[in-house]
């Protein structure tokens, strides 16, 4: 099936930075991508599927999750089909595997329900 595709977690320390790339490919991807939204959630042991951060198809409106304002910034590049998740100043209740999703119906960007496309996720954990 036609996935998204996460990149650019790892390990680093508390204060450190990392940026997330989702990249959108296929045939598919490429004539859909910039109608839709995108999103970042994270999941961590234990917990359910958290929102992050949103961004709409083409006003560039952003919506974050409180925990992550002032920190994280959602961006992206609809030539290129790519969304990113700049993340700075992390701490180790950021760790969580990470995951870009697709918003194919109209609602909350807090509601995972409401994206058909994901990502494999990537793993970004914060030691103290």
């Known amino acids: 099936q036609e996935q998204l595709v996460e990149s650019g977690g790892g390990l680093v320390q508390a204060g450190d930075s990392l940026r997330l790339s989702c990249a959108a490919p296929?045939?598919?991807?490429?004539?859909?991508?910039?109608?839709?939204?995108m999103g970042w959630f994270r999941q961590a042991p234990g917990k359910e599927r958290e929102f992050v951060a949103g961004?709409?198809?083409?006003?560039?409106?952003?919506t974050y999750a409180e925990s992550v304002k002032g920190r994280f910034t959602i961006s992206r590049d609809n030539t290129k089909n790519m969304v990113y998740l700049q993340m700075n100043s992390l701490k180790p209740e950021d760790t969580a595997v990470y995951y870009c999703?697709?918003?194919?119906?109209?609602?909350?960007?807090?509601?995972?329900?409401?994206?058909?496309?994901w990502g494999q996720g990537t793993q970004v954990t914060v030691s103290s």
């Open positions: 961004i709409s198809r083409s006003r560039g409106s952003t």
């Open positions: 999703g697709m918003m194919t119906r109209a609602g909350s960007y807090y509601d995972p329900q409401l994206y058909d496309y």
């Open positions: 296929g045939s598919t991807f490429s004539s859909t991508f910039s109608s839709f939204a």
